[in-house]
C-alpha cells in the first residue's frame, strides 16, 4: 500500500519523534512475555532442588504438627492457610523477579516513553461500529493466527515432553512424596527450558516483524519529505538558531590564534583554551569543535604554533561541559592547570634551546 501511494521513502528523524510522541512506537509484547518467562526459567533452575526440599519439609511438618493437635479434620482451614504462606514465599521472588523482566524487556524496546496521547478521551474509541472494524481488522486476524500458532507449539512441545515422561509418571504412584515433588520440579525444568527457548525466538521474530510493519507505516513520499524540509528551514526560529551556531564556530576558529593551549581526543574532538595569568581570572574556552571543526582548528593552531596537547578524558568533559566564550568549570581548575603547567615548560624548553 504504501509504495502504490507513493510512499517509498524511510521516515525521517522528525516523523519519528512525532510518532513517538503520540506513544505510536514499534514494540513487541511477544518479547516481554518471553524475557519474564526467561528470567522465571534462569532463577528456577538453579533453586529447583531447594524449592522441592522446603516445600516438602514445610508441608509435612504442617500437616503433622496440625495433625497431631486435633486430628486433620478440626485444622484443614490452618493447613491451608499455611500453605498458601508458603506458597507466597516461594514464589513471591520470582513473581517480582518477572514484573522486572517484564519492565526491562518493555524499556530496552522503547526507552522511557510517558504521554498523555493514549490516554487521552476520544469519542471515536466509543463508535461501536469503530470498534467491531477493529475487531475483524487483518491486524486483529492476524494477532489471533498468531497467538492460535503460539498456542498449538507450546502443547506440542508440553505433549512431547510428557509422553516422553509417561512411564515415569506411572510409576509415581510407587514412590514417596518426596521423590514425586523431586520429579515433578526436574520435569517443569526441563520443559520450561524448552519453551523458554521457543518463546525467545518468537519473541524476537515478532519483534523483528512489528519493526518492520512500523517503518513500513511511517513511510513518506518524497514530496511529504520536501515539505518537511521546508517546514523546517522556513522556521525562523530555526534558522535564528542555525545562523548563530554558524557564526559562534567561525568566530571560535578565529580565536584559536589567541589560544594559550589545544586539547584533542586527538582526532574528533579539539578545544582551545585562552590563559593570561596577568588579566585573566580563569582560563577560557575561546573555540570547540568536532570532527571537520576540530581538523580546523588543529590546523589552525599549526598555523600560529599553538600547543596542542592530546588528552581525551579532559577533551571530552570540556566538550561536554563547556560552551564557546565560557570559562573553564570550577572542577576541572586543576585538571587544567596541570596541562597549562605542560604548555609553560614546553614554551620555555623551547626558548632555552634558542
Request: charged fraction near 25%; proline fraction near 3%.
Amino acid at each position: 500500500m504504501s509504495e502504490k501511494d507513493g510512499k517509498t521513502e524511510k521516515p525521517t528523524p522528525k516523523r519519528l519523534r512525532d510518532s513517538r510522541k503520540k506513544g505510536d512506537i514499534a514494540k513487541s509484547q511477544e518479547l516481554v512475555s518471553a524475557a519474564s518467562f526467561a528470567v522465571f526459567t534462569l532463577v528456577f533452575i538453579p533453586l529447583w532442588e531447594f524449592v522441592a526440599n522446603y516445600s516438602f519439609k514445610l508441608l509435612t511438618s504442617s500437616f503433622a504438627k496440625n495433625f497431631a493437635l486435633d486430628g486433620f479434620e478440626n485444622n484443614v482451614a490452618v493447613i491451608g492457610f499455611q500453605s498458601m504462606i508458603a506458597c507466597l514465599i516461594l514464589i513471591g521472588p520470582f513473581l517480582a523477579l518477572g514484573f522486572l523482566a517484564n519492565f526491562l524487556a518493555s524499556f530496552v524496546q522503547v526507552g522511557f516513553l510517558f504521554t498523555g496521547e493514549a490516554i487521552k478521551f476520544d469519542l471515536k474509541k466509543l463508535n461501536p461500529i469503530s470498534g467491531f472494524k477493529n475487531i475483524f481488522s487483518s491486524q486483529a486476524i492476524f494477532g489471533l493466527i498468531k497467538n492460535i500458532l503460539k498456542l498449538i507449539a507450546i502443547f506440542y512441545i508440553t505433549y512431547l515432553e510428557i509422553t516422553g515422561s509417561l512411564t515415569d509418571f506411572i510409576n509415581l504412584s510407587q514412590v514417596g512424596v518426596e521423590h514425586i515433588f523431586t520429579f515433578v520440579l526436574a520435569f517443569i525444568k526441563r520443559l520450561s527450558i524448552k519453551l523458554t527457548l521457543l518463546l525467545l525466538v518468537l519473541g524476537v521474530a515478532d519483534y523483528v516483524y512489528n519493526r518492520y510493519k512500523f517503518t513500513k507505516k511511517l513511510r513518506m513520499s518524497k514530496q511529504e519529505i520536501k515539505d518537511e524540509y521546508k517546514e523546517q528551514e522556513g522556521d525562523p526560529h530555526v534558522k535564528s538558531q542555525r545562523k548563530a551556531l554558524y557564526h559562534k564556530m567561525v568566530g571560535g576558529v578565529k580565536n584559536v590564534k589567541d589560544a594559550t593551549v589545544v586539547i584533542t581526543n586527538p582526532t574528533h574532538l579539539a578545544i582551545a583554551i585562552k590563559y593570561d595569568r596577568a588579566t585573566d581570572a580563569a582560563p577560557m574556552v575561546i573555540a570547540e569543535g568536532a570532527d571537520l571543526m576540530a581538523q580546523k582548528i588543529r590546523e589552525e593552531a599549526k598555523l600560529y604554533q599553538i600547543p596542542i596537547i592530546e588528552n581525551k578524558p579532559v577533551a571530552r568533559q570540556l566538550y561536554k561541559e563547556t560552551g564557546v566564550l565560557e570559562p573553564v568549570p570550577i572542577a576541572m581548575y586543576e585538571t587544567i592547570a596541570e596541562v597549562l603547567a605542560l604548555v609553560y615548560r614546553m614554551n620555555a624548553e623551547s626558548k632555552h634551546k634558542i
